[in-house]
């Protein structure tokens, strides 16, 4: 079925590039004093969203160069749900508290606000690295939780320190209010999750963490199997280098990655795609549309926007 609309996606794509491309080509210009013609007015409004993608905002960057690929309401401040986490990963890991050090959960663990389901429940002992990596792999929110409430200065403390890192890292349009994602305060824009998937992409262990494909946890004499929330990671044709997933009603269903396409680090932000799992259709797609691009047009893709920062 993927493979079938993935060749549909192909055939589109290409028909749209035919049909506005060479039209376009002699009056697109990106420093051009000229008035735009009727075609290149298209195709600017084609490169803004050329795959109707689900996800209400998108941005793909080289993360190379921070040279922009795709934009669609990139600027667009969002709740973003469970991309949350990445933040308190690395506050968590900045803190350097000993990794191996045990936490338990208890009763001030239990999401109060969406209810949402854990099989992690109180009096259950784990070490912070085991929470660490149960928060980025499967987005458990009781583990993430635990992490902010055992920071240093506690749980406002650890809210403190990731509104300074946003800062810090030049997220002007991010705000945090949980550790967990769960709270739709939560926003930002995709503009600042590119930013924050770069910096989450430098740590080792949010690396392995977040593109890990399953562990087995023992937890009271049971055995817990964990699997990763991003399913792109299933097909095993991705070269990904960090990964996380989100969902809450509010924020719909969110993607933020790096990995490798034709040989360049690439940063795929997806906030708020309608429709379960279509966010990960959408990557598919971007994906193959620029598989599609020679080597000239994905250079021309970028000269055509600016810089993210």
Request: glycine content about 6%.
């Amino acid at each position: 079925m993927i493979q079938t609309h993935r060749l549909w996606r192909t055939l589109i794509g290409g028909m749209l590039w035919l049909a506005v491309g060479v039209a376009a080509h002699a009056t697109l210009q990106p420093h051009s004093a000229e008035a735009p013609q009727p075609q290149a007015r298209v195709l600017r409004l084609w490169l803004r969203d050329p795959l109707a993608l689900h996800a209400a905002s998108a941005l793909v960057l080289d993360a190379r160069n921070d040279r922009v690929l795709l934009r669609k309401n990139a600027g667009t401040v969002r709740p973003i749900a469970s991309l949350t986490k990445l933040m308190t990963a690395v506050v968590v890991l900045d803190a350097h508290q000993r990794m191996s050090q045990r936490i338990t959960i208890t009763r001030a663990d239990i999401d109060t606000l969406k209810w949402s389901r854990s099989r992690l429940l109180p009096g259950m002992r784990f070490t912070r690295a085991r929470l660490l990596q149960l928060a980025l792999m499967s987005s458990e929110n009781r583990a993430a939780h635990a992490l902010a409430r055992h920071y240093p200065g506690g749980l406002r403390a650890c809210i403190r320190a990731m509104n300074r890192e946003a800062r810090r890292l030049g997220m002007r349009h991010t705000h945090y209010v949980d550790p967990t994602g769960l709270s739709p305060g939560n926003r930002s824009d995709a503009h600042d999750i590119a930013l924050l998937v770069a910096r989450a992409a430098r740590y080792p262990t949010i690396r392995r963490d977040t593109t890990q494909l399953a562990t087995r946890v023992r937890a009271d004499g049971r055995t817990l199997i964990y699997r990763n929330s991003d399913h792109l990671l299933l097909g095993g044709d991705w070269h990904m280098v960090v990964s996380k997933t989100g969902f809450i009603n509010e924020a719909g269903h969110c993607l933020a990655f790096e990995a490798v396409v034709r040989g360049r680090p690439l940063i795929f932000v997806l906030l708020d795609a309608w429709g379960r799992y279509n966010q990960f259709v959408d990557a598919l797609q971007v994906r193959d549309w620029l598989d599609a691009q020679s080597r000239v047009q994905w250079a021309r893709l970028a000269e055509r926007a600016p810089p993210l920062r």
